[in-house]
Nanobody, 122 residues
């Protein structure tokens, strides 16, 4: 069965950095676009970034463009998100998600992981 397991979240000061990882299993990772999605209580999910199968296609939400970098290692079935210059607006539960469909408004997903919490506070 599909499993997505995130790690790397934590508490960081504004301006700090974190690197999230997502270990995927139960499917052929290299055949799927993958995405990072974040969610805060009371709000709907917000897509952060997504990446094509070979890593050549990357797209970012305007809110994180220039600060976050998505990457993947298909040999390790792992997706990453390097987050730099973290801001007070960034705290959320960050999920790794498998992309099911790309639409004009952003990706749609069919599987999510449990998420890893990112907190930004001085």
């Amino acid at each position: 069965q599909v499993q997505l397991r995130e790690s790397g979240g934590g508490l960081v000061q504004p301006g700090g950095s974190l690197r999230l990882s997502c270990a995927a299993s139960g499917f052929t990772f290299s055949r799927y676009y993958m995405s990072w999605v974040r969610q805060v209580p009371g709000k709907g999910p917000e897509w952060v970034s997504y990446m094509g199968t070979g890593g050549g296609t990357t797209t970012y939400a305007d809110t994180v463009k220039g600060r976050f970098t998505i990457s993947r290692d298909n040999s390790k079935n792992t997706l990453y998100l390097q987050m730099n210059n973290l801001k007070p607006a960034d705290p959320a539960l960050y999920h790794c998600a498998r992309v099911d469909e790309l639409r004009k408004g952003g990706p749609r997903w069919d599987y999510w992981g449990q998420g890893t919490q990112v907190t930004v506070s001085s």
